[in-house]
């Protein structure tokens, strides 16, 4: 059976916990990719609000198994709390979750090391989550990383004090004059790992090979965004893996000829968190009241999401480079009572005018071309079926499939799993 994929189009929180959650009932497996606990993927159903970073966006279900893959960095302490947050929900997660062993850790000074580069970077800073996962990407790719299956060994311990050595070096290196109590933080590290070691630890990609030889049906959760792909988004303010298509294959072992859907998450506008060029950003009435209305604040971190107009340079960029073969847009519900629309078509780029997304796009090499739709005032929350929407909304919804070339196939119209609409 073929592996379907699911990630983000833009720069992450696009929604792409929500629409796991609504699509689970159809899948076997739930596979996160990549990422850790930088992200933050939201659930929202029966009146309870959900966020989680490690774990993936299937486990409120009965039967789906849950998966960590090998591209995943995992902090055991942040995983611990999430573990804890499930406990009150009378979940059997332990049957339902299973961990790569080739997936690497997060340790204490990672997390250290990501402040420390942060702060030594001034102005210039990418606005990290500050969870260490530039630093523990930089290690799996150095060839230093600890990873979980090593916790099985007798002497995993004697590693991790080399590698914590190491980094306490680097972060003197920075002087930046990072506060931090390495034993209190190990502690919670060492305990945290007790709960990780009580979960079950698989070879994935053999687990998920013979899971396709016996025809389940496996959907592979992304985190981040497109445009936060360590080679394809807007470097250097991206995170540090491939958040696309192509990171599902390396992430979870899963061969690319065994991918057959390819489901593109966006939002109606965009949004993004940290530093770095966002070429659409409002900083008038609009695009406050996108981040009120839409509630834009990070789910990891709490930090304000700006926020702008539609970029179709740039999501055209993504749905190409991924191979998406149908889109899912969200929070339509946000732009009611937005009586013009503006969509970004095509950039002025150094005195010309082009359709692609180029190297630079910092606002001195770009200004956005926009074209200007018609808005609507219904409220969309409480609609169920697309035959209640506004002509405005499906003016806006044709000319996004028309321009990006692909199906809408769920429009999504409030936080809630029930507030999501098929076409
Ligand atoms: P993710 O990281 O892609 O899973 O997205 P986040 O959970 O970080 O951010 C998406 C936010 O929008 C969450 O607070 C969701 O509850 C919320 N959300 C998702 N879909 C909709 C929608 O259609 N309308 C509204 N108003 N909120 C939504
Ligand atoms: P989800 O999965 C939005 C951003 C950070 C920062 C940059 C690098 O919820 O969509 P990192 O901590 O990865 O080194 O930070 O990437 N970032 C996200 N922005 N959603 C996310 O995840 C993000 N994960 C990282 O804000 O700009
Ligand atoms: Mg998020």
């Not at 988004?233 to 540090?240: E, K, L, N, R």
Request: net charge negative; hydrophobic share 35%.
């Amino acid at each position: 059976m073929a592996v379907n994929l699911l990630l983000g189009l833009q720069w992450g929180d696009e929604g792409k916990g929500k629409i796991v959650d609504v699509l689970t009932k159809n899948y076997d497996i739930i596979a996160r990719f990549q990422g850790g606990p930088n992200a933050g993927h939201t659930l929202e159903f029966d009146g309870i609000k959900h966020v989680l970073h490690t774990i993936p966006s299937g486990i409120f279900h009965d039967k789906a198994i849950n998966l960590v893959g090998n591209g995943v960095v995992i902090d055991p302490v942040i995983f611990k709390k999430e573990l804890d947050n499930l406990a009150k929900f009378n979940l059997d997660y332990k049957s339902k979750l299973v961990i790569s062993r080739k997936a690497h850790l997060i340790l204490p000074t990672h997390r250290i090391l990501d402040a420390a580069s942060e702060a030594s970077k001034g102005k210039a800073k990418i606005g990290s989550t500050l969870k260490g996962i530039g630093p523990t990407y930089m290690d799996k790719t150095g060839r230093n990383g600890i990873r979980v299956g090593d916790l099985e060994l007798s002497d995993w311990k004697e590693r991790y004090r080399n590698l914590a050595n190491k980094h306490e070096a680097m972060i003197d290196f920075y002087d930046a004059k990072i506060e931090y109590d390495l034993e209190e933080l190990e502690n919670e590290f060492f305990e945290a790992i007790k709960t990780l070691k009580s979960l079950t630890f698989i070879d994935s990609e053999e687990y998920l090979y013979q899971a396709q030889k016996e025809g389940k049906k496996i959907l592979a959760e992304g985190a981040q965004g497109s445009l936060l792909d360590i080679d394809f988004g807007t470097y250097p303010f991206v995170t540090s893996s491939n958040t696309t298509a192509a990171g599902a294959c390396t992430g979870l072992g899963v061969a690319p000829n065994k991918i057959k859907e390819v489901f593109g998450i966006f939002k109606a506008y965009t949004t993004r968190v940290g530093s770095g060029p966002f070429p659409t950003e409002l900083f008038d009435e609009d695009g406050e009241t996108m981040g009120r209305v839409g509630n834009e604040f990070g789910a990891t971190t709490g930090r304000a999401r700006r926020c702008g107009w539609l970029d179709l340079v740039a999501l055209k960029y993504a749905v190409h480079v991924n191979g998406v073969t149908q889109l899912m847009m969200m929070k339509g519900d946000v732009l009611s009572g937005f009586k013009t629309l503006k969509v970004c078509t095509a950039y002025n780029y150094q005195g010309k005018t082009i359709t692609h997304l180029p190297y630079n796009i910092e606002p001195e090499n770009v200004t956005p071309v926009y074209t200007e739709m018609k808005g609507w005032s219904e409220d969309l929350t409480k609609m169920n079926d697309k035959s209640q929407f506004p002509k405005e909304l499906n003016d806006y919804i044709d000319f996004l499939e028309k321009e990006l070339e692909t199906p809408i196939t769920i429009v999504s119209v409030g936080p809630d799993r029930t507030q999501t609409i098929h076409r």
